[in-house]
């Protein structure tokens, strides 16, 4: 099983800041299959990211991915007010599909 | 637009069977492209597959896939007749408390085996809390 350790656990940026989050994977995620998702509380996640990098339809382009192997990173260029929130990771290489715990976005 | 929506039980007795449907709209569960998945989320806590399972007439063979830390309680099933999917979890627990959401399986379907997808998009989620 391939566990997906994301940080910081939680991240306090004030709106217009960047944002930079991480998700280690304990053994190399194959063809970059890793997706990315955003949660606001009582809702369902949303699909940001997919393939590392690829930005799901109707995400804007402040949203973006990078990363290989073990390392992935989530960047929000300049923080809007609606983008507060938690974000996991997700990685779909082999069974079982994992879920990183999360990292919380909050307004500073 | 396609959009998923679960339904079933809020409350379940501990030792008793939990069954959840996804009912889905804008797009056939026999379709080839997709798989069908079922991810909880117990309250405050972070998310977890519970499985998906692909249309036995699709090009890719069809099957079902569990999570092996849930396998030997759970079951997945289709009904093309009124295009939903199911999630039957046995011999629950208080454990089993969470939100349960069906999404759509996006991404490489393999014949015969898991294949990689992502999810996309999710229904609303339905809280099952596990309570005598």
């Known amino acids: 099983e391939i566990v997906l350790t994301q940080s910081p656990g939680t991240l306090s940026l004030s709106p217009g800041e960047r944002a930079t989050l991480s998700c280690r994977a304990s053994?190399?995620?194959?063809?970059?299959?890793l997706a990315w998702y955003q949660q606001k509380p009582g809702q369902a996640p949303r699909l940001l990211i997919f393939?590392?990098?690829s930005r799901a339809t109707g995400i804007p382009d402040r949203f973006s991915g990078s990363g290989s192997g073990t390392d992935f990173t989530l960047t929000i260029s300049r923080l809007e007010p609606e983008d507060f929130a938690v974000y996991y990771c997700q990685q779909y290489a082999g069974s079982p599909y994992t879920f990183g715990q999360g990292t919380k976005l909050e307004i500073k | 637009q396609v959009q998923l929506q679960e339904s079933g039980p809020g409350l379940v007795k501990p030792s008793e069977t939990l069954s959840l449907t996804c009912s889905v709209s804008?797009?056939?569960?026999?379709?080839?492209?997709?798989?069908w998945g079922w991810i909880r989320q117990p309250p405050g806590k972070g998310l977890e597959w519970i499985g998906c399972i692909i249309y036995t007439g699709s090009t890719y063979s069809g099957g079902t896939y569990y999570n092996p830390s849930l396998k030997s309680r759970v079951t997945m099933s289709v009904d093309t007749s009124k295009n939903q999917f199911s999630l039957r979890l046995d011999s629950v627990t208080a454990a089993d408390t969470a939100v349960y959401f069906c999404?759509?399986?996006?991404?490489?379907?393999?014949?015969?085996?898991?294949?990689?997808?992502?999810?996309?998009?999710w229904g609303q989620g339905n809280l099952v809390t596990v309570s005598s």
């Open positions: 999404a759509r399986g996006s991404g490489q379907l393999v014949p015969a085996a898991i294949g990689h997808t992502w999810f996309d998009p």
């Open positions: 804008g797009d056939s569960i026999t379709s080839n492209s997709y798989s």
């Open positions: 053994q190399s995620v194959t063809s970059n299959y």
């Open positions: 393939g590392a990098s």
